[in-house]
């Protein structure tokens, strides 16, 4: 792909602020800076040594717009991979968006979302996986999804991916020999020794896909619902998570009527919880909307926390409540620990296994801890642990992975049943296609397309 023209955008966060940042890449970057950059201390930007931040004004006819640092990066060392220049101005709306005015104005064109990083991976710099990252680091909201990002842009996933590939090549190269000189007397490579090598192969895809969920949580955040009849404690358990008063506390049921979302941070992992106006039926329009809405939150939350009164008997709404929900994602936080109890423990064991009930005074702030632990060991449950190997965050990603892991499950099912040989290479081929899908080796440019337009401009 030919890229001609040169791009401009505001790289920095619009609002007031020290420093903003107009970008500019393509080959025609330095020229257009040239027409509105005049250095204080030489004459041209060229006189300075390349990444080198050379202080000066911006002038549009005759007249200064701002004072600036200006950096030339000469491609192929850039960012894009293309000649950069960016430009240091006064932050705040009017001085970037003059200067990005005046760019636009001496011959470069306003660049899409995304476009430098796509940029950057059309010209090769880094795969798609890479590209993707980018975003990832920006999005983050924890210490652990900037971690995961920032090791997928280094090339981990990458080279991961690399590395499968190179695998399935080897194997195809010994069935295309022997699909092509099947008449010939040289010594063909087994269907047992085919049948080991794909399963090394397919051991690893099957482990990459097994980090896909939770690496989707640290990259998403764990989508949380809190449920429970009025007056249990849900705002203030929320409140108590959140260590800070956001939602409505009050003793009137049915007072938070609608959805309140807020972001957490529980152990690196980033709660995204959804306070509701809990499951029960109601006659109350306003309040109908919000129980609504929670009911659509119940199906596609990840996590469920289902909040009981210790201090009072459990009732048929308790239950139905309990009854809704799905026990593999549920705690049951029993409050109000600090009262006399008066609940019926063994009535809450039916629904829920005791390791994920959980006892809490949202009043008192007493339990969290434990909420904490007991989230983080059910989001690392299993074969996945909070360090080391690569893990799949991204859905599109994971759809890619799971493609592969059904041509290669295919691949040695035929081997087992020692197909022609022409079946196998069709399926291995399959599974080499969709690990291209995630470095973009194999990607149509539609869905390069879609795929930077969630970023933001300037980026
Ligand atoms: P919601 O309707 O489920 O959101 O319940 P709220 O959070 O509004 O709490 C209802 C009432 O219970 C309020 O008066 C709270 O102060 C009180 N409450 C909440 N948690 C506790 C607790 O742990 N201990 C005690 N003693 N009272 C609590």
């Known amino acids: 792909m030919f890229i001609d023209d ?7 966060a619009p609002g007031e602020g020290g420093i903003g940042i107009i970008r500019l890449s393509g080959s025609n970057a330095l020229d257009i800076a040239n027409k509105m950059f005049r250095p204080l201390y030489r004459d041209s930007i060229g006189d300075y040594a390349v990444r080198t931040l050379i202080y000066g004004n911006i002038y549009d006819e005759g007249v200064v717009l701002d004072e600036v640092l200006l950096a030339y990066m000469k491609g192929p060392h850039s960012y894009t991979a293309e000649d950069v220049v960016e430009i240091n101005c006064h932050g705040g709306f009017i001085s970037v968006r003059k200067i990005l005015e005046l760019a636009l104005k001496s011959g470069a064109r306003m660049a899409e979302a995304g476009e430098f990083t796509k940029r950057a991976f ?3 710099r880094i795969d798609l996986s890479q590209a993707e990252a980018v975003i990832d680091i920006i999005n983050a909201k924890t210490d652990k999804s900037h971690e995961l990002a ?3 842009l280094e090339g981990s996933l990458s080279k991961k991916i690399k590395n499968l590939r190179e695998m399935l090549t080897a194997v195809l190269a010994q069935v295309e020999v022997a699909i092509d000189y099947p008449e010939e007397d040289i010594e063909f490579i087994t269907y ?3 049948i080991e090598k794909t399963e090394a192969i397919q051991r690893e895809v099957v482990q990459m896909y097994k980090t896909a969920d ?3 949580i640290l990259r998403e955040g764990l989508q949380t619902a809190i449920l429970g009849k009025p007056n249990v404690g849900k705002s203030s358990l929320m409140n108590s998570i959140l260590g800070e008063n956001r939602a409505i506390v009050t003793d009137i ?3 938070t009527r609608d959805i309140i979302e807020e972001f957490v941070n529980i152990k690196g992992i980033a709660l995204k919880i959804v306070d509701t106006a809990g499951i029960r039926d109601t006659d109350d329009v306003v309040e109908k909307i919000g129980v609504e809405k929670s009911r659509k939150h119940l199906k596609s939350s990840d996590l469920t926390l289902v909040v009981l009164d210790n201090s009072r008997e459990i009732d048929q709404e308790d239950i139905d409540i309990l009854e809704s929900v799905d026990r593999s994602k549920t705690l049951v936080i029993l409050n109000k620990i600090d009262l006399e109890s008066k609940l019926d423990l063994d009535i809450v064991k039916k629904y829920v296994d005791e390791i994920n009930i959980i006892n809490i005074s949202a009043l008192k702030n007493e339990g969290l801890d434990l909420l904490h632990d007991r989230i983080e060991d059910m989001v690392f449950s299993g074969e996945i642990s909070n360090s080391g190997d690569v893990m799949i965050t991204n859905s599109r990603h994971k759809d890619a992975i799971y493609k592969a892991m059904k041509a290669i499950e295919d691949a040695i099912s035929s081997l087992n049943d020692e197909m022609s040989y ?3 290479e069709v399926d291995l081929k399959d599974a080499w296609d969709a690990l291209g899908y995630i470095n973009g080796d194999t990607i149509s440019e539609d869905l390069l397309d879609t795929i ?5 401009i300037g980026k």
Not at 6 to 12: C, E, F
Not at 452 to 456: E, G, L, T
């Open 6 to 12: 040169t791009i401009a955008a505001i790289a920095t």
């Open 122 to 124: 059309l010209n090769g």
């Open 150 to 152: 920032q090791s997928q």
């Open 192 to 194: 047992k020794e085919l």
């Open 214 to 216: 939770t690496g989707k």
């Open 253 to 255: 049921p049915g007072t």
């Open 422 to 424: 022409d079946f196998i």
């Open 452 to 456: 930077f337009s969630n970023f933001c």
